[in-house]
């Protein structure tokens, strides 16, 4: 058995109207993983606050309370998303053997 696990990194600016939506379609899509490729036993998704203005953070903490496969990263201000997934990407390689990104 290999044991890997992955992390999805998802940037994220003002996209409260459809983080909640979106996440949990990629719940599926981290389970579709899951059961295609046995190497992968364990699967979450950090999710970067790029300095949203709106209920983006919020809603990612709540996330996070509903499940702990899911993390988040808050910025204090809009670095853009290439900041935000360097920032994601840094913090995945910490724990992950593999990662994705969008």
Same mark, same amino acid.
């Given at each position: 058995?290999?044991?890997?696990?992955?992390?999805?990194? /998802?940037?994220?600016?003002?996209?409260?109207?459809?983080?909640?939506?979106?996440?949990? &379609? %990629?719940? !599926?899509?981290?389970? #579709? +993983?899951?059961?295609?490729?046995?190497?992968?036993?364990?699967?979450?998704?950090? /999710?970067?606050?790029?300095?949203?203005?709106?209920?983006?953070?919020?809603?990612?903490? &709540? %996330?996070? !309370?509903?499940?702990? #496969? +899911?993390?988040?990263?808050?910025?204090?201000?809009?670095?853009?998303?290439?900041?935000?997934?360097?920032?994601?990407?840094?913090?995945?390689?910490?724990?992950?053997?593999?990662?994705?990104? !969008?």
């Amino acid at each position: 058995m290999y044991n890997k696990k992955l992390t999805i990194v /998802i940037p994220a600016y003002n996209e409260d109207e459809v983080l909640m939506n979106s996440v949990y &379609r %990629l719940l !599926n899509v981290k389970d #579709q +993983i899951l059961e295609k490729y046995e190497a992968i036993t364990t699967a979450n998704i950090l /999710i970067i606050d790029d300095g949203s203005n709106d209920q983006t953070w919020p809603i990612i903490e &709540r %996330l996070h !309370n509903e499940n702990r #496969q +899911i993390g988040g990263l808050q910025f204090s201000r809009n670095f853009g998303h290439q900041a935000a997934l360097i920032a994601g990407l840094n913090e995945a390689v910490k724990t992950a053997d593999c990662y994705c990104y !969008n």
